[in-house]
T-cell receptor
Framework: DAGVTQSPTHLIKTRGQQVTLRCSPK?????VSWYQQALGQGPQFIFQ???????QRGNFPDRFSGHQFPNYSSELNVNALLLGDSALYLC???????????FGSGTRLTVV | GENVEQHPSTLSVQEGDSAVIKCTYS??????FPWYKQELGKGPQLIID?????GEKKDQRIAVTLNKTAKHFSLHITETQPEDSAVYFC??????????????FGKGTKLSVKP
């Protein structure tokens, strides 16, 4: 039983560019959340998708957008990258309304 | 908004000793409190969680206690082993729109278990 799968594992982008990160949830899970984890900090909530709609959003600018597909997989898009966007981006999946979030290993994004 | 504070930021114990990590939260609506273990280069792994209708929960060497009145919860690891060395995060979550909402994390505790 595969857990949460994220791709790519590492990514280097230049300031001003755009990036797309991908997540496949754990089998049986239908809800996907995205978190940003800066070095030495706890993860910070970006947004959550359920039934292909953004259900909840954290305090992140509109440069951060997402999408959920009918198979429950999800993408995180970041436009106009800033140096401060360098972080580990984590995807977490869960089933329905119950919580019990399972995290992937993350995508390490470096903006230069 | 919710704020979660976690102490200590670093903790060093001898193998076989116990380790305790404490967290406080600010939002009285929070009703779900998970603990995650994060090893280097990996994502957070859920190790135990507790809901607000329960005061204590135990799973082998790991236990969590919750004091709703004081708004604090703690992780207890007994008989620590070197493989327990990692960063531990507490988190809190409230219902949002009828569903369990996002997790608010503490800043983490780096636990080192010396053989």
């Amino acid at each position: 039983d595969a857990g949460v799968t994220q791709s790519p594992t590492h990514l280097i982008k230049t300031r001003g560019q755009q990036v797309t990160l991908r997540c496949s949830p754990k089998s049986g899970h239908d809800t996907v959340s995205w978190y940003q984890q800066a070095l030495g900090q706890g993860p910070q909530f970006i947004f959550q998708y359920y039934e292909e709609e953004e259900r909840q959003r954290g305090n992140f600018p509109d440069r951060f957008s997402g999408h959920q597909f009918p198979n429950y997989s999800s993408e995180l898009n970041v436009n106009a990258l800033l140096l401060g966007d360098s972080a580990l981006y984590l995807c977490a999946s869960s089933f329905g309304r119950t919580g019990g979030y399972t995290f992937g290993s993350g995508t390490r994004l470096t903006v230069v | 908004g919710e704020n979660v504070e976690q102490h200590p930021s670093t903790l060093s114990v001898q193998e076989g000793d116990s380790a305790v990590i404490k967290c406080t939260y600010s939002d009285s609506a929070s009703n779900y409190f998970p603990w995650y273990k994060q090893e280097l280069g990996k994502g957070p792994q859920l190790i135990i969680d507790i809901r607000s209708n329960v005061g204590e929960k135990k799973d082998q060497r790991i236990a969590v206690t919750l004091n709703k009145t004081a708004k604090h919860f703690s992780l207890h690891i007994t008989e620590t082993q070197p493989e327990d060395s990692a960063v531990y995060f507490c988190a809190a979550s409230a219902y949002y729109g009828g569903s369990q909402g996002n997790l608010i994390f503490g800043k983490g505790t780096k636990l080192s278990v010396k053989p």
